[in-house]
Each structure stands twice: as structure tokens, then as C-alpha cells.
């Protein structure tokens, strides 16, 4: 009876023991959402204030949490909205930096604004509150004219015409329950058509999300024609060449890299990177350390940071060619690639654009990577990112290279390639046909915006 008695016992300090690793363990990572949350409102309150007063438009905090801040992960959803934060201005007005409190006994999260090339960057959790120095001011230089390009009146009236009934069938969700589009823009030869939910308009700056891979990918191909980086030269960081012949981490190629098959480790679809977004860490130390568990080139795996490594291969090249300056090339002046508190450029995702700026990026892989008669790309560029080569995903989308291809779906040209963005951000090209398609949305978790079915149907009113 006594062994039954202390066998009893056993179990029930047992299970108590278990409770409460289990209590400490779920308050361990109630406060780590905290701080996530309060890093992700610091960083859009930010980024989208910042980004749109530079390019000449204005958001509202209350336009942002009904936007950018609503329908987010759903551990941070909850919490993000509530946190309460503070925008401090440099005394010429411009924003110096955002600040959100998440607990009482540490300093608040911050997200500084760095300059127009460069927008915003997140804090690591614990950083100082004034370190912005918001009295020190920030000099920008020359104010750039910003022009944008809207085609040619009759031909943009002649094209909105014909696409009147499916754009406003992407506005009111016609293509996906809970889609939330801010912006739709076709464009076609010198037509353009586009239209705007309310508060939005042809200068405001939306994240591009994973757009920003196929942005990276051209600046990997812009570096690639200045014949420094070739695509089958492995990645060679610092840190794994110590590892000599024998880390097969020297065998990834940047082609892997932008292919999604670098065979490393990821413990989630797509890398969640949360501690690089939202945590304040940095490239060096986020994206870098996953361990090779494939072969590279062998396995298909979607990862925030193959792209990252793909980045870091031409980071060299981008101190002398920054993206500013690429973007200004093709009159993109609305856009920011945004970068982590060491100055890395998270191309992964971090780059805040408008409808019109990545219509003119889908338009210069129509023109097949020339612009104003300079060749920015290489001539097989289009070619190169929109062929898939090597493991697939297994789903109706192919990948190419940094783009996924729309090339199995009835009504769709085989050669139809696309940028794709969490939350509805697209660019589709269509060459055959001369189109660009740009959507942009914030669609909440758990909603999807069929961009294929759209695509489509525009293909199809356009023959009309």
C-alpha cells in the first residue's frame, strides 16, 4: 500500500512538475510575442509613415492598424493593436522614430528611420530608447521631383474600359472571401489601368513582402552582367570557407540560392525569420548558421533565407550599386529597400513599393531587362528566372529563379511568371502578350486573392 501510495504520489508531482514547465514555458513565450508584436508595430508604424511622407503622401496610425496591423499572425494579432506606442519627430518634423511599449521592466521596442535610401530599421529588443538621437538632423540631401508615369491618356482610357467590371470585381473580393485590395494596376503597351481603395493612392508605399525576392534576384542579375558574379560560384561566406572542402555549405551556388534548393534546414515553410523582421537581429545573425540537411540542388524548399544568402553573395557588388540607385535607373522613386540595423538589405521581404513602381519592374523584364536603350539585365535574364530548373514545389506554381511561374493553368500563356507577396502583393508578366499586372492588398490570414484566376480573367477581357 505504501508503494501505491508513494507510486501515487510520484505521478502526481509528476504531472504538477509538468504543469508548471508547461505554465513557464507558455509565459516564456507570451512575452517573446509581446516583443515581437511590439517590433512589428514599431517597424510599420515606421516604415509606412516614413516611406509616404517621403514620397509626397500621407498615412494615419489609424489607417495602419486597420491595415498593415490587422489580420496578422494569429499569436501577435491579438496583442499588436493594443500596445501602446509614441512617434518622435526631429525637430524639421521628419519622423526619427517610432516606439511601442510591450513590458514594464524593459525599454521599449524601436524602429528608426534611416533616410530615404535607406527607410527603416527595427531595434534589437532591449536597444535604448534614444538611440535614434531624434535632436541630431538627418540629412537627405536633395529632395528628388518624384514623376510618375501614367501612359497615354487615350490609351489608359481605351484600357480601363475594358477592364471596368474585373477590377472592381477584385476590390469588392469577388476573388477571394476577405481579400483586401488597395490597389490594382494593368498595364498594357502605353495603356494603364488602376484604381485605389480609399486612403491609398499612386505614391502610397505598401511592403512588398516576398515581392522583395524577385526584386533580389534582379540586382543578382544586374551584378551578374557586370561579369563580377557568376551564378555557379558558391556563396563562399567568410565563416563557412573555415570549414574548407569538407563544409558542404561551400558547394551552394548562388543559383541554388535563388532556386530554393540549398538543401539547408528550415523549421517552418518559409522561414518564418521573426527574430530578423521583427526581433531587431541581423542577417549575419539570423540567416546565416542553418545546417545543410540535403544534398544542395536536390530538394525544392521555399526559405526567407536562401534568398538572404543569395543577397550576401553580391553584397560586395551592392556597396558600390546600391539598390537606390538601381530603382532610380528605371525612375522606380517610390521605392526603399529597407535594410537590418548592420546594413545589410533584407531583400527577403523588407522593401516598401508602389503599384506603379512594380509595374515598371515587371515592364522592364517585358523590354527583357532593358531600359532608356541601356541593357540593365543580362539578355537571358527573363529567360534564366522564369524556367524552372531542378526540384519543384508541389503545388500549381512553378519555380524559376527569385519568380514563380503561372504556366499550368488553362487560359494562362505558358510563359506567364510572377512576384508573389504575403498578404496579396503580385506582379505577373505576361510577354507574350505585352502585360503587367500589379495587385496590391492586406489580406488578412486564413483569406487568399486567387491572383490566378484574376490574371486570367483580365488575359481574357483584354481579347476582347
Same mark, same amino acid.
Given at each position: 500500500?505504501?508503494?501505491?501510495?508513494?507510486?501515487?504520489?510520484?505521478?502526481?508531482?509528476?504531472?504538477?512538475? +509538468?504543469?508548471?514547465?508547461?505554465?513557464?514555458?507558455?509565459?516564456?513565450?507570451?512575452?517573446?510575442?509581446?516583443?515581437?508584436?511590439?517590433? $512589428?508595430?514599431?517597424?510599420?508604424?515606421?516604415?509606412?509613415?516614413?516611406?509616404?511622407?517621403?514620397?509626397?503622401?500621407?498615412?494615419?496610425?489609424?489607417?495602419?492598424?486597420?491595415?498593415?496591423?490587422?489580420?496578422?499572425?494569429?499569436?501577435?494579432?491579438?496583442?499588436?493593436?493594443?500596445?501602446?506606442?509614441?512617434?518622435?519627430?526631429?525637430?524639421?518634423?521628419?519622423?526619427?522614430?517610432?516606439?511601442?511599449?510591450?513590458?514594464?521592466?524593459?525599454?521599449?521596442?524601436?524602429?528608426?528611420? $534611416?533616410?530615404?535610401? +535607406? /527607410?527603416?530599421? %527595427?531595434?534589437?529588443?532591449?536597444?535604448?530608447?534614444?538611440?535614434?538621437?531624434?535632436?541630431?538632423?538627418?540629412?537627405?540631401?536633395?529632395?528628388?521631383?518624384?514623376?510618375?508615369? %501614367?501612359?497615354?491618356?487615350?490609351?489608359?482610357?481605351?484600357?480601363?474600359?475594358?477592364?471596368?467590371?474585373?477590377?472592381?470585381?477584385?476590390?469588392?473580393?469577388?476573388?477571394?472571401?476577405?481579400?483586401?485590395? *488597395?490597389?490594382?494596376?494593368?498595364?498594357?503597351?502605353?495603356?494603364?489601368?488602376?484604381? $485605389?481603395?480609399?486612403?491609398?493612392?499612386?505614391? *502610397?508605399?505598401?511592403?512588398?513582402?516576398? %515581392?522583395?525576392?524577385?526584386?533580389?534576384?534582379?540586382?543578382?542579375?544586374?551584378?551578374?552582367?557586370?561579369?563580377?558574379?557568376?551564378?555557379?560560384?558558391?556563396? /563562399?561566406?567568410?565563416?563557412?570557407?573555415?570549414? /574548407?572542402?569538407?563544409?558542404?555549405?561551400?558547394?551552394? @551556388?548562388?543559383?541554388?540560392?535563388?532556386?530554393?534548393? &540549398?538543401?539547408?534546414?528550415?523549421?517552418?515553410?518559409?522561414?518564418? *525569420?521573426?527574430?530578423?523582421?521583427?526581433?531587431?537581429? &541581423?542577417?549575419?545573425?539570423?540567416? +546565416?548558421?542553418?545546417?545543410?540537411?540535403?544534398?544542395? /540542388?536536390?530538394?525544392?524548399?521555399?526559405?526567407?533565407?536562401?534568398?538572404?544568402?543569395?543577397?550576401?553573395?553580391?553584397?560586395?557588388?551592392?556597396?558600390?550599386?546600391?539598390?537606390?540607385?538601381?530603382?532610380?535607373?528605371?525612375?522606380?522613386?517610390?521605392?526603399?529597400?529597407?535594410?537590418?540595423?548592420?546594413?545589410?538589405?533584407?531583400?527577403?521581404?523588407?522593401?516598401?513599393? *508602389?503599384?506603379?513602381?512594380?509595374?515598371?519592374?515587371?515592364?522592364?523584364?517585358?523590354?527583357?531587362?532593358?531600359?532608356?536603350?541601356?541593357?540593365?539585365?543580362?539578355?537571358?535574364?527573363?529567360?534564366?528566372?522564369? +524556367?524552372? &530548373?531542378?526540384?519543384?514545389?508541389?503545388?500549381?506554381?512553378?519555380?524559376?529563379?527569385?519568380?514563380?511561374?503561372?504556366?499550368?493553368?488553362?487560359?494562362?500563356?505558358?510563359? @506567364?511568371?510572377?512576384?508573389?507577396?504575403?498578404?496579396?502583393?503580385?506582379?505577373?508578366?505576361?510577354?507574350?502578350?505585352?502585360?503587367?499586372?500589379?495587385?496590391?492588398?492586406?489580406?488578412?490570414?486564413?483569406?487568399?486573392?486567387?491572383?490566378?484566376?484574376?490574371?486570367?480573367?483580365?488575359?481574357?477581357?483584354?481579347?476582347?
Amino acid at each position: 500500500m505504501n508503494k501505491l501510495i508513494m507510486a501515487a504520489t510520484g505521478a502526481a508531482l509528476a504531472i504538477t512538475s +509538468t504543469a508548471s514547465a508547461q505554465s513557464a514555458q507558455e509565459q516564456l513565450e507570451g512575452r517573446y510575442d509581446r516583443a515581437l508584436a511590439a517590433g $512589428y508595430k514599431a517597424l510599420f508604424l515606421c516604415s509606412a509613415i516614413a516611406n509616404a511622407e517621403r514620397n509626397g503622401a500621407a498615412r494615419t496610425p489609424d489607417s495602419i492598424h486597420e491595415w498593415e496591423l490587422t489580420g496578422i499572425y494569429p499569436a501577435l494579432d491579438p496583442i499588436i493593436r493594443d500596445l501602446p506606442y509614441e512617434i518622435v519627430r526631429r525637430p524639421s518634423g521628419q519622423i526619427a522614430h517610432v516606439q511601442v511599449e510591450w513590458a514594464g521592466d524593459m525599454p521599449d521596442r524601436i524602429a528608426a528611420y $534611416y533616410g530615404a535610401d +535607406t /527607410g527603416c530599421s %527595427v531595434m534589437p529588443v532591449g536597444a535604448p530608447e534614444g538611440v535614434s538621437n531624434p535632436e541630431v538632423p538627418l540629412d537627405e540631401g536633395d529632395r528628388r521631383t518624384f514623376s510618375d508615369p %501614367v501612359g497615354d491618356p487615350v490609351a489608359n482610357q481605351q484600357l480601363s474600359a475594358r477592364l471596368t467590371s474585373q477590377i472592381s470585381d477584385a476590390f469588392k473580393g469577388d476573388y477571394g472571401d476577405g481579400a483586401r485590395t *488597395t490597389a490594382v494596376l494593368v498595364k498594357q503597351g502605353e495603356g494603364v489601368a488602376e484604381r $485605389y481603395v480609399e486612403g491609398f493612392d499612386p505614391r *502610397t508605399p505598401q511592403r512588398t513582402w516576398s %515581392v522583395a525576392k524577385s526584386i533580389a534576384a534582379t540586382l543578382v542579375g544586374a551584378a551578374v552582367l557586370s561579369d563580377e558574379i557568376p551564378l555557379d560560384q558558391p556563396i /563562399g561566406l567568410n565563416y563557412w570557407r573555415r570549414g /574548407g572542402s569538407s563544409d558542404i555549405r561551400n558547394t551552394i @551556388t548562388i543559383d541554388h540560392a535563388l532556386r530554393m534548393a &540549398s538543401g539547408r534546414y528550415s523549421d517552418t515553410p518559409g522561414n518564418r *525569420t521573426d527574430p530578423l523582421y521583427w526581433g531587431g537581429t &541581423s542577417v549575419d545573425e539570423s540567416a +546565416t548558421s542553418w545546417p545543410v540537411i540535403h544534398k544542395p /540542388g536536390t530538394v525544392y524548399r521555399y526559405a526567407n533565407n536562401d534568398t538572404l544568402m543569395a543577397v550576401k553573395a553580391i553584397e560586395q557588388w551592392l556597396t558600390y550599386y546600391p539598390p537606390h540607385e538601381f530603382f532610380a535607373k528605371l525612375g522606380m522613386h517610390h521605392t526603399v529597400a529597407e535594410t537590418d540595423i548592420r546594413g545589410n538589405y533584407v531583400l527577403s521581404s523588407q522593401v516598401w513599393s *508602389t503599384a506603379r513602381d512594380l509595374a515598371i519592374l515587371g515592364q522592364l523584364y517585358l523590354n527583357n531587362g532593358v531600359w532608356n536603350d541601356e541593357r540593365l539585365l543580362p539578355e537571358n535574364w527573363r529567360e534564366y528566372v522564369s +524556367t524552372p &530548373s531542378g526540384p519543384q514545389p508541389d503545388r500549381d506554381w512553378g519555380y524559376g529563379a527569385g519568380w514563380w511561374l503561372l504556366n499550368q493553368h488553362e487560359g494562362i500563356p505558358g510563359d @506567364t511568371f510572377l512576384a508573389a507577396g504575403n498578404r496579396g502583393q503580385y506582379i505577373v508578366v505576361v510577354p507574350s502578350r505585352n502585360v503587367v499586372i500589379v495587385r496590391r492588398g492586406e489580406d488578412m490570414v486564413g483569406t487568399r486573392f486567387d491572383i490566378a484566376a484574376f490574371t486570367r480573367d483580365v488575359l481574357a477581357a483584354l481579347d476582347q
